[in-house]
């Protein structure tokens, strides 16, 4: 293989909604259990099995080693999903885990304390983790496993972003640099992995997953950019939450390849027919921080009921690890030098959301054409959440950008509060209503959806937006 394979826009899928439609939701469950099912047999199977974290996670490595691949924050997620968290969250308080702890590591822990013990099924204990700095708590949570489960683990140093307005520019001397310090820690990588598994490294191998991962990465490009389009077909944090567990879970896999090309064809066609996610979208929104996994339905209904979407969320680029700009193509002909390289920047883009979060937010706020932003705090997750408060004042004062705060957990049932939440989300809304009305500016959006798209044959605005989507994923 000598060149990157680029993955064509994939066309929408038949225009008349039917029962053999594809169901990115149902298809993304049937996939997320046959990955649990497959982590369940691995050790029957003789296969090797690696932690990872969605970012940082030179997964495509792995891969050439066929490592079998859990990911335990995932798995702590799923616990909220799955409305136990609270459980595991206890188990590990009552063995001396700090409230403050971050509940992912917590649920993680009443994992362990349960000997793998997952509602999803039995999680097998790893033959190594790999850790980085994208998250400090990444580090101390490898600790943990080491203590506990006697798992060793490799830790990535990736180079983020080191202040403000400062940018890595693909190619030049910083990026260099910062390639060759990632590319000398996968070479000591490859070598962990040749010892554990008792395999030759097959650098063909590394660039047919690189191949694949190129192809994902261009149809979740254009998945997230058909949600430019006024309607939104999709809401980016419940619709989006089930997208980005396959991008992570299947990254590098066909499997994962074609959910992606039928998503993209399947939303395609929801723009085509004008459908958006909401019947009457009113008002567009960002949401900036991680979810509430316990109550992410019940948040979503609290904006929907005023007919407000989520068209964006930074959560997908950080938990996608960074993938989501169109210069992350991997060159299949220099496979090692090309993962060194995207990955350097690919954990900048992060990396920078916890101190830089405002520079790209102010990007995507007009790319995504919004009317206000969102944010989460996470009690427990300072990672993301400390920067918040100068990010938003920073975007109300030079954007005039409406913000909401708000302030939960991502498993942890406890810090919900429903009535006070309820709120806030109203009192935004009717702020926004005073602003200048919601229906005048959902007719703001259709027209500047129109003005961008080049396409004007097309029916309907958003079928011309929609079709001039490019493989890059641009309008
Ligand atoms: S602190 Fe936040 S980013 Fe870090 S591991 Fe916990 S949830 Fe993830």
Redesign the pocket.
């Known amino acids: 293989m000598t060149t990157a394979t680029l993955e064509q826009a994939a066309p929408a899928a038949a225009t008349t909604p039917g029962a053999d439609e594809f169901n990115p939701h149902q298809a993304g469950q049937q996939l997320m259990k046959d990955w649990y099912a497959d982590l369940a047999l691995a050790r029957e199977r003789g296969q090797h099995v690696a932690n990872v ?1 969605v970012m940082g996670n030179a997964i495509e490595i792995l891969r050439t080693f066929d490592f079998q691949l859990v990911f335990p ?1 995932i798995n702590s997620l799923q616990t909220g999903v799955r409305k136990v968290s609270q459980e595991y969250l206890r188990e590990s308080e009552d063995y001396g885990y700090s409230p403050d702890v ?4 917590k649920a993680d822990v009443g994992l362990i304390l349960r000997e793998q013990q997952h509602p999803a099924g039995t999680i097998p204990k790893a033959d190594i983790a790999i850790t980085s700095n994208m ?4 580090i101390k ?1 490898g600790e943990i496993w080491e203590r506990m489960l006697g798992m060793p683990t490799f830790t990535l140093d990736l180079p983020g972003q080191r202040a403000g307005n400062w940018q890595v520019r693909r190619g030049d001397a910083q990026h260099m640099a910062d390639a060759h310090w990632v590319e000398a820690q996968f070479r000591d990588l490859i070598a962990r992995c040749e010892q554990i598994t008792g395999r030759r490294f097959d650098i063909d191998r590394l660039a047919q997953v690189q191949d694949r991962v190129n192809r994902m990465v261009a149809h979740w490009n254009n998945v997230m950019a058909l949600n430019r389009v006024c309607p939104a077909p999709y809401n980016a944090m419940l619709d989006g939450l089930t997208y980005i567990g396959i991008m992570n879970v299947y990254r590098g896999t066909e499997a994962g390849v074609q959910y992606m090309r039928r998503l993209e064809e399947q939303l395609r066609a929801r723009v085509a027919r004008g459908e958006g996610r909401v019947a009457q979208e009113r008002f567009r929104l960002l949401f900036s921080g ?1 979810p509430c996994y316990v109550s992410m339905r019940r948040l979503v209904e609290l904006f929907e009921t005023w007919g407000g979407v989520f068209a964006y969320s930074d959560y997908l680029t950080f938990a996608a690890g960074g993938m989501d700009a169109g210069e992350m193509v991997y060159d299949t002909s220099r496979p090692l030098e090309s993962l060194a390289e995207i990955t350097a920047l690919a954990a900048q883009r992060g990396l920078s959301n916890q101190f830089f979060a405002h520079e790209r937010l102010a990007q995507q706020i007009r790319d995504y054409d919004v009317d206000g932003i969102v944010f989460h705090g ?1 009690k ?5 959440s400390s920067g918040m408060a100068d990010t938003r004042n920073y975007l109300t004062q030079r954007l005039n950008m409406p913000s909401l705060y708000i302030e939960s957990d ?1 498993i942890d049932p406890r810090y919900w509060s429903d009535a006070q939440i309820k709120n806030r989300v109203d009192a935004f809304f009717e702020s926004l209503q005073q602003r200048g009305g919601a229906a005048p500016a959902a007719r703001a959006h259709a027209a500047a959806a129109a003005s961008a798209a080049p396409a004007a044959a097309a029916n309907t605005a958003a079928a011309s937006v929609a079709a001039a989507i490019t493989q890059e994923g641009r309008p």
């Open positions: 974290f924050e971050c509940s992912y590591v998250c400090s708590t990444f949570w991680t996470i427990s997750c300072r990672f993301v991502l």
